[in-house]
C-alpha cells in the first residue's frame, strides 16, 4: 500500500505471520512500483520471501554465541559455556578467576539465573570495597548497640540472599578475621550477627570471585589453605580478551548495536583499520576496555563508521607504533596468513580486511599455498 501511494520503493520489510499451521513463520516483504515508458503507474510488484528456516538458524548461531549475556564463538568460550550449564542446577560452591573486566560478575549470574535458584535473591557483595569492620556488618549484620552507630538492628547480606545465592567478589581481599568467619558459614550454613551470638540458619549457594592468584596468597600465608580449597571445588577460569582474538569481531557488532539503540545513533560499525587495531591490541582491561573504547567512540565520533581518531588515546598512540602495516599480496607468506585465519576463527572476509588485502587474493593465495583449516 505504501508502494501504491507514495510511488515508493521498500526493501526487506519483515514480517512475523503468526500462522496457525506456521506459528513461527517469518517472511521479508520488498515491493517496487510498476511504471510504463512515460513513468506512468501501473501498480506494484511485490516479492515475499520466506526466511524462517534462515530466521531459525540466526536464532540458533546467537544462544550457540551467547550465554546469558557472556558473549563468544571461540574454544575457549564454548568450554566455559558448557561448564556453566553443567554447574547451573549444582549447589556446590564456585570460585570464578580471570583478569579484570573478562566478565565473572556475568558468569555468577548465568550461574544464577540459570539455575534453580533463578526466582530468588542474588546478593552481590565487593569485598575490596569496604574497610573490615564494616563489611563483617554488610555481610552478617549487626544488632543495635553492637557498636557506635548501631541504632537499630540490621539483616546481612548472606540473610537476604536466604535461598538465592549470594556473589563475593574479590574474595582474596577478606581480612583473615572475616576468612575464619566465612569458613565457618561455608562448612555450617549458619553465622551471627556482629554483637550477638544466636545462631542464624541460612540456605544460600556461594559463589566467590578473584582476579588474584590464590594459590600464591596461600603460599605467602595471606589466604587460608582451608578456605581456598573449600571455596575452589569447582573453578571457573574465564580467558583473558587476547587469548580469544576470533570473539573481538562478534563483541564489537554487539557494543556498536547496543550503543545505536541506548544513544540513538546509526554507526555501521568500525573501519577496517580499527578492526586491525583491536585484533592486536592486548586489551589490559580486556571486554570492559573494549567496551568502554567503543563507548569513546560512540560519544565522539561523527562519521559513518568508527575511525582510529575516535579510539581512547592508549589505543590510539598504540595503533600508530605497533599495528603492523598491511600486508602486501606479492609479500604475503603462508604463515601470515594462518595467524590472521587464526585470529578471526578462519572467517575468510575478516583475515583479509586483518590482512589489508581484498577477499580474492586471500582465495588465491590460499589456493597456491595449500593452507586447509586443521580438523577439530
Given amino acids: 500500500m505504501d508502494t501504491l501511494k507514495g510511488n515508493k520503493t521498500i526493501k526487506e520489510y519483515r514480517v512475523e505471520c503468526g500462522q496457525q499451521n506456521r506459528p513461527r ?30 530466521n531459525a538458524l540466526e536464532q540458533e548461531l546467537k544462544e550457540r554465541y551467547q550465554f546469558h549475556n557472556i558473549i563468544g564463538k571461540s574454544g575457549k568460550m564454548q568450554g566455559v559455556y558448557r561448564l556453566l550449564e553443567n554447574l547451573a542446577d549444582s549447589e556446590t560452591t564456585v570460585l570464578i578467576d580471570g583478569e579484570s573486566g573478562t566478565g565473572k560478575e556475568l558468569a555468577a ?17 565487593n569485598c575490596s570495597a569496604l574497610a573490615e569492620n564494616l563489611l563483617e556488618s554488610e555481610l552478617f549484620g549487626h544488632v ?68 588474584q592468584d590464590l594459590r600464591e596468597k596461600v603460599r605467602r600465608g ?3 589453605e582451608d578456605l581456598y580449597y573449600r571455596l575452589k571445588v569447582v573453578k571457573v577460569s574465564l580467558p583473558p580478551l587476547r587469548e580469544r582474538p576470533e570473539d573481538i569481531p562478534l563483541l564489537v557488532d554487539h557494543f556498536c548495536k547496543s550503543y ?25 582491561g580486556n571486554v570492559r576496555e573494549l567496551m568502554h573504547a567503543i563507548e569513546h567512540a ?37 604463515d601470515d596468513i594462518i595467524q590472521a585465519l587464526e585470529k578471526t576463527d578462519w572467517n575468510k572476509a575478516k583475515a583479509s580486511r586483518l590482512l589489508g588485502v581484498s577477499r580474492q587474493t586471500l582465495y588465491r593465495k590460499i589456493e597456491d599455498y595449500k593452507i586447509v583449516k586443521p580438523a577439530q
Avoid at 565522539?300 to 598512540?317: H, K, M
Avoid at 605497533?322 to 609479500?331: F, H, L, M, Q
Fill in 25 to 54: 513463520q517469518v517472511v521479508v516483504l520488498s515491493s517496487s512500483p510498476l511504471v510504463d515508458s512515460d513513468n506512468r503507474s501501473l501498480g506494484a510488484v511485490l516479492v515475499i520471501r520466506d526466511i524462517t528456516r534462515l
Fill in 109 to 125: 549470574e548465568a550461574l544464577h539465573y540459570s539455575g534453580v535458584r533463578t526466582s530468588k535473591p542474588l546478593v552481590k557483595v
Fill in 144 to 211: 543495635k548497640g553492637a557498636f557506635t552507630g548501631a541504632i537499630k538492628d540490621k539483616e546481612g547480606r548472606f540473610e537476604a540472599a536466604n535461598h538465592g545465592t549470594i556473589f563475593l567478589d574479590e574474595i582474596g581481599d577478606l581480612s583473615p578475621g572475616l576468612q575464619v568467619k566465612f569458613l565457618r558459614v561455608l562448612q555450617e550454613k549458619e553465622f551471627e550477627r556482629v554483637g550477638d551470638n544466636t545462631p542464624i540458619k541460612v540456605d544460600v549457594r556461594v559463589i566467590a570471585a578473584t582476579n
Fill in 222 to 224: 595471606e589466604f587460608r
Fill in 260 to 284: 545505536n539503540k541506548k544513544l540513538k545513533k546509526n554507526i555501521r560499525g568500525v573501519s577496517d583499520q580499527v578492526l586491525r587495531t583491536f585484533m592486536y591490541y592486548p586489551w589490559p
Fill in 298 to 334: 560512540y560519544i565522539l565520533g561523527q562519521d559513518p563508521a568508527i575511525t582510529v581518531d575516535d579510539l581512547p588515546s592508549e589505543i590510539r598512540d598504540y595503533s600508530k607504533s605497533k599495528i603492523p602495516v598491511p600486508k602486501d599480496k606479492s609479500t604475503l607468506q603462508p
